[in-house]
Structures are given as C-alpha cells and as structure tokens.
C-alpha cells in the first residue's frame, strides 16, 4: 500500500516493504515448521495409540481386535485378487489346570514364550494374534493348506519342546492345532467356524 500510494516510489520505501515482507515470510516459514513438527509428534502418538489398541499387552502379539482387521482385509483383498489364505487355530492343551496348579504367574509366562514360539514358526507375513484366554489364531496369507499344515506341526512341535523352570522342576505343555485353508464364496464367520471345528477336533 505504502508503494502504490507513490506513482514514483521513494526507494526507502520499497526497501522498508521488501524488509516487512521478508521479516513476514520468516516468521510465517517458522510457524509452519513449528506446526509440522508439532503434527508429526501427534502422528507417531497416533500410530503408536494404534499399535497398543492392536497389540495383546501380555504377549506382544497381536489381539483379537487385530485379527478381526486382518482377515476382513484380507478377504477384502481375495475379492479383487483371488489367492490362498489358511487360518491356524491353537489352543494349549488343559491350561486351565495347568494355571490352578502352578499359579497365574507362571500361566503367564508359558503364554508369553508360547505366543513368541508360534511368531518363530512363522513368517514375518504371517499374523500371530492372541484370540482369548490361551487360544491363538494365526493366518497364513497366499498358503495352500499342505503348507498350512506343514507350519502348524513345526509349530506344535516347537512348543512341545518349551520348558519353564521353576525352582527344580522343569514345567511343559503342548498345544493343539487346527488347519483349515478357505473355500471359494465363504464368508469370515464360516471360515473361523470350520478353524474351530478343526481345533476341537
């Protein structure tokens, strides 16, 4: 305005307005780095939020909610691109009494080397989560059943072989394991049931 008000500027003043305008765009390419930074903090607090919400705090598998958002996803994805996908689900055998008798505490921690035996057995594109109590379901995408199946007995194996030491006595289990691999047309509610079926089995 300062300019446009002289039809023959006085240099000081185009030099006092460019100075302003400046100063002005300095300021302003501070705020801007200051609120990206500011955004990128609430970003990491965001994913991170995200990764707790999906994450079995005593594991560190993933949960049952996880599981949920995998497997629509994936079955999202089979309607635009039909592939394989199989479907694991554990269970360790008689924990309950093996919890009652040996306490919470060391329930715990047979869960917890249990939980990081089935992510051992499997790929890093697999998805291990913890579905309730001391069962697990695992998905195998692009899997066909005889690899499924494959994987779910070096798995079971695995676990066979864990030991937790309490004082001198050596405490194992084992885990049952059901392999189904999914049909053409099912639904995810069909799917799960056959796994369980599977399992019970």
Known sequence: EDISKNKEPDPKVVLLAVKQLFEANVLLHGELTTAQEQIDVKQ??????????????????????AFDEEIHRLFTMRERRPTDLCLLMADIDHF??????HG???????????????????RSCDIVCRYGGEEFAILLPRTKLADA?????RARAAVETLCVEIGEFELHVTASIGVVEMHPDEDIAAFVKRGDEALYA
């Open 96 to 101: 309950k009494l093996f919890n009652d008798y």
């Open 149 to 153: 199946v494959r994987v779910a007995e």
């Open 104 to 122: 919470h505490q060391v329930g715990d921690e047979m869960l917890q080397r249990v939980a990081g035996t089935f992510e051992l057995s499997t």
């Open 44 to 65: 990491q607090q965001l994913e991170s939020y995200m990764a707790e919400a999906r994450t079995d705090t005593l594991t560190g598998v993933s949960n049952r909610r």
